[in-house]
């Protein structure tokens, strides 16, 4: 827990370089026509939408008579998965993780999932097998000094049509603009969410392509080259909020 209160202090000057956008956050309202979750895929759908959310870094405004359940980073964790080429080895996936994330969840006093909920992802804590890739990775792809934080803002979902049931694992997509390399997009994530009493645990993915957010191919040393396409996983434990 101290260690995610000085990642919430760290990363506040780069909430102006970031934008309210992922990086994300977790849970939403259902759409007037919900779309089943099997017909959507995950991944960009276009530019950000407007969104009228009161958030800062790992927070939400609770709207009256709703619930927040705040990402317990210890039980958390977001990675990225990429395809890379290397020379004298060939065809390798690289894994990229990080238990620095923090958020909100919101819920309607129903059990129905609230928008405006969000999670950030401190990028600078990223770590994969290779310490050679994971700092050419801050200093160059992803440019951590600037852009430090991956933040997700939650506007709406898909295949949902009312509260998680108790108990039961519930499969629906996530719609909201996630924000990268300073740049923000409108995407989709598959979500898998169980909710507990005050416990709410899942996992959500999708994928991007990294010129979507600004991000040039990674070519360096033995990288002889990286597939365009990147996957984002996170999985989340969330605990109501006193």
């Known amino acids: 827990m101290h260690r995610l209160w000085r990642f919430a202090q760290d990363v506040s000057f780069g909430l102006g370089a970031i934008g309210s956008g992922f990086l994300i956050a977790f849970l939403g309202v259902p759409l007037a026509n919900p779309v089943a979750a099997q017909e959507a895929t995950p991944g960009v759908l276009g530019t950000e939408v407007a969104s009228q959310c009161v958030t800062d870094i790992g927070t939400a405004e609770v709207p009256e008579g709703a619930t927040a ?3 317990v980073g210890e039980e958390s964790a977001a990675r ?3 395809q890379e080429e290397l020379a004298s080895v060939g065809t390798t996936e690289a894994v990229g993780e990080t238990n620095a994330i923090v958020g909100t969840i919101l819920m309607a006093e129903d ?3 609230l928008p405006c909920s969000r999670f950030d992802v401190d990028l600078r804590t990223l770590q994969s097998d290779e310490a050679r ?3 050419y990775l801050y200093d160059n792809t992803l440019e951590t000094g600037t852009y430090p934080l991956a933040t997700f803002v939650l506007t709406s979902i898909e295949g949902l049509d009312g509260p998680i049931p108790e108990g039961q694992e519930t499969t629906f997509m996530l719609v909201g603009n996630l924000t ?3 740049e923000t997009r409108l995407i989709t994530w598959e979500a898998t969410v169980t909710r ?5 645990t899942g996992s959500a993915k999708t994928t991007f392509e990294m010129a979507d957010f600004g991000i040039e191919e ?3 040393g033995p990288v002889l080259s990286v597939d365009e396409m990147i996957a984002l996983e996170v ?8």
């Open 80 to 82: 990225y998965r990429a």
């Open 218 to 220: 990674p070519v360096v």
């Open 235 to 242: 999985d989340i434990t969330a605990q109501r909020a006193a």
């Open 180 to 182: 990268v390399h300073g």
């Open 133 to 135: 890739r994971d700092n």
């Open 69 to 71: 359940f705040s990402i």
């Open 196 to 200: 507990e009493g005050d416990t709410l």
């Open 111 to 113: 059990g129905t999932p």
